[in-house]
């Protein structure tokens, strides 16, 4: 079994409140990469986009990525653009259990409508959503359905159980 689980997905898939009730579960550390990059940066996401753009981001990301999933016997709640970038799925694969919940457009688009602390969550993301959802199932090790019915607790047991039995 690996050390860590990895959540990847869409903006909005629940990657968070899935991970933190997973951790509390399975009684393993939580860790949030986007929090992690806005308290190294000592800035929002959205700050840091504004001022040094989407590039410098994911330099950051790409960073804190490798570092975190070093760990081990931890929850990691990637940034939904963690799949971009094939050297972070690689270093993740290494130690944690990779796995994408697979939200519908409609229930992503409920969930953070009207966000403002997400710098992608804009007209164009109907289209972003589309062009990496085969990314997101080529670097997983297991998919996770969800829809605007899912219940996040029911969420987490399953992939706790897939987790076990992987
Ligand atoms: C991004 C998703 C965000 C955050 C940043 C970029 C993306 O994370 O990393 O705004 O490229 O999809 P969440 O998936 O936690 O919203």
Redesign the pocket.
């Known amino acids: 079994m690996k050390d860590n689980i990895a959540l990847i997905g869409f ?2 898939s629940g ?2 409140t899935v991970g933190k009730i997973l951790a509390k579960n399975m009684d393993m550390k939580f860790v949030d990469i ?1 929090k992690k990059i806005s308290a190294e940066e000592k800035m929002s ?1 959205n700050d840091i986009f504004d001022k040094f753009g989407e590039r410098y981001f994911r330099e950051i990301e790409r960073e804190i990525t490798l570092r975190e999933a070093s760990g081990n016997n931890t929850i990691i709640s990637t ?3 963690v799949i971009i970038d094939n050297y972070n799925i690689k270093n993740l694969k290494k130690t944690s259990f990779v796995v994408y919940l697979n939200a519908t457009f409609d229930c992503i688009e409920n969930r953070i409508k009207n966000s403002r602390t ?3 969550a804009d007209e164009k993301m109907h289209d972003l959503y589309e062009s990496r959802k085969m990314l997101y199932a080529i670097s997983c090790d297991c998919i996770i359905d969800i829809d605007s019915e899912s219940n996040m607790y029911d969420t987490a047991s399953q992939i706790k159980d897939a987790y076990i039995n992987s």
Do not use: A, Q, Y
């Open positions: 903006m909005g990657k968070t986007d996401i940034g939904g653009g997400r710098p992608l």
